[in-house]
């Protein structure tokens, strides 16, 4: 219903003189100039607020959960914090017991402390 109404409004809408009062309230804008026009062009085709989604593993989301630091949550792991950033990115995975216990504490994230 939001973008219905946006699109009726946008499309009534002069872009160039938009842009012209944009520069002249702010003339270091001119760079910006035909991105803006771009972006404004998008909104009344009906095509604006594209959602992203970002996966992030679940070492991050753990470490995040319990509010710790790179530095902090590998040394509560007993890892390196090059081992942890290599998990995080995707770049190398956990596996083993280290895994089995990044399951356990995503359970149950209090216990993190106790690794301390």
Do not use: C
Not at 26 to 40: C, N
Request: positive net charge; charged residues 30%.
């Amino acid at each position: 219903m939001l973008n219905k109404q946006i699109k009726d409004v946008a499309k009534d809408w002069d872009i160039d003189a938009m842009l012209r009062a944009v520069v002249k309230d702010d003339p270091e804008m001119k760079e910006h100039q035909e991105s803006l026009r771009q972006a404004l062009l998008e909104v009344q085709r009906g095509r604006f607020a594209r959602k992203s989604v970002v996966n992030v593993s679940l070492i991050t989301q753990l470490r995040h959960k319990v509010g710790l630091s790179q530095s902090k949550f590998a040394q509560y792991l007993g890892i390196s914090v090059n081992t942890l950033k290599s998990w995080e990115q995707g770049q190398r995975n956990p596996s083993g017991a280290a895994l089995k216990l990044i399951q356990l504490l995503d359970k149950y994230p209090e216990l993190v402390m106790e690794l301390g």
